[in-house]
């Protein structure tokens, strides 16, 4: 039996595959297995899958059962058929430093009570060797604190990305694993219901994961589904903040303002009735109260209608006041020194 289990869900990833799993066939730690899990691609992702594991019998290629779809599916499908008492997911254009799974593993060692143990990431375009930059986070009090932290420069919240923890196979699986209603920010609710349920968590101040970013072209004017998709997510970790107990003003704010910046997104499309609606709808559902619930319509209101504009300005302040409340190190990015990557060399395409 591996002690560690590496779940890739891949879906149409033929050209860049082969870089993540050089990622892992290097690793210093090597009591590993690797399951690729194909999501229905119709490219050559499985014949590039077989190729980088050809010869290397830690590698398995499955493919997801007929009637599933998506990355939540093809995650529980990996983790149905591990075998390791850890279980790391990664996706398939992301990259792991030869060391990620040794400094992990070693920190179980030392503390053995620990449900994961997570890490800093970085992100970058290309290779991490020539745009690598890496987010800065200082640890708050509590990371249900920061997790919807609304910022471009955040893209994963204030936490870290899916990639990063290495998690004990009992813990996940005693939790449900990965939500397969959620198709996006998956990350977000996943990490919500671990928080609510653990606080034997660690991150380790390493970069240990890089995070491909770009790949994925970007709405100009986002349609409906787009919206419904992400409320729900938020939405429904939400749900598992409040039954655990955990509300706080700071959380609900956090989330409420995660809330708007999907509306946001609408004021200026065709749908920015929907996204108004979505609004009211969304306030309600957490309960954000009357007050929060009338400035931020009022505000994405002036935002639709240009002449109304300087109302949107003077409401700014009460939408800022929550960052006086987080931790003094907001997200930066920063170029990483060379000399601190431990990266697989690999081919850039």
């Avoid at 980088?52 to 499908?77: Q, T």
């Avoid at 591990?82 to 030869?98: E, K, Y």
């Avoid at 004990?168 to 959620?182: H, K, L, Q, T």
């Avoid at 240009?306 to 907001?330: N, T």
């Amino acid at each position: 039996m591996p002690q560690v289990s590496i779940v890739v869900p891949v879906r149409n990833r033929e050209l860049i595959l082969g870089q993540t799993l050089e990622s892992v066939r290097g690793q210093t730690f090597e009591d590993w297995e690797c399951i690729v899990v194909d999501d229905h691609s119709t490219d050559g992702s499985v014949a590039a899958a077989h190729h980088c594991a050809e010869g290397d019998p830690r590698f398995r290629i499955v493919s997801l059962p007929a009637g599933k779809r998506n990355g939540n599916a093809a995650r529980n499908h990996g983790l149905s058929l591990a075998c390791g008492q850890f279980v790391n997911f990664l996706d398939s254009d992301d990259l792991i430093t030869r060391n990620k799974l040794e400094v992990q593993l070693a920190t179980f060692d030392s503390n053995p009570g620990l449900d994961f143990v997570t890490c800093r990431h970085a992100i970058f375009e290309t290779h991490p060797e020539t745009d690598a930059r890496q987010l800065t986070f200082a640890p708050p009090a509590s990371w249900l604190d920061v997790i919807w932290l609304p910022s471009e420069r955040a893209p994963y919240g204030g936490t870290w990305c899916s990639i990063g923890p290495l998690w004990r196979s009992e813990f996940i699986r005693s939790i449900g694993a990965w939500d397969e209603s959620i198709e996006v920010w998956q990350d977000s609710e996943l990490l919500v219901r671990a928080l609510c349920c653990t606080e034997k968590i660690l991150r380790l101040e390493q970069i240990l994961v890089f995070v491909r970013v770009g790949q994925h072209p970007r709405l100009s004017s986002p349609n409906a589904d787009w919206g419904v998709q992400r409320r729900h997510a938020v939405r429904t970790a939400w749900k598992h903040v409040r039954q655990s107990g955990q509300v706080t003003r700071l959380r609900q704010r956090m989330c409420t303002l995660r809330l708007y910046a999907i509306a946001y997104a609408y004021v200026n499309s065709e749908l920015w009735k929907s996204g108004l609606q979505g609004w009211l709808a969304d306030c309600k559902a957490i309960q954000a109260g009357l007050g929060w619930t009338t400035l931020g319509w009022v505000r994405l209101v002036a935002e639709h209608f240009r002449p109304l504009r300087p109302i949107s300005w003077l409401l700014r302040p009460a939408f800022r006041r929550h960052r006086r409340l987080l931790p003094p190190a907001l997200p930066d990015l920063d170029r990483i020194p060379l000399e601190s990557l431990n990266l697989i060399p690999v081919t850039v395409t």
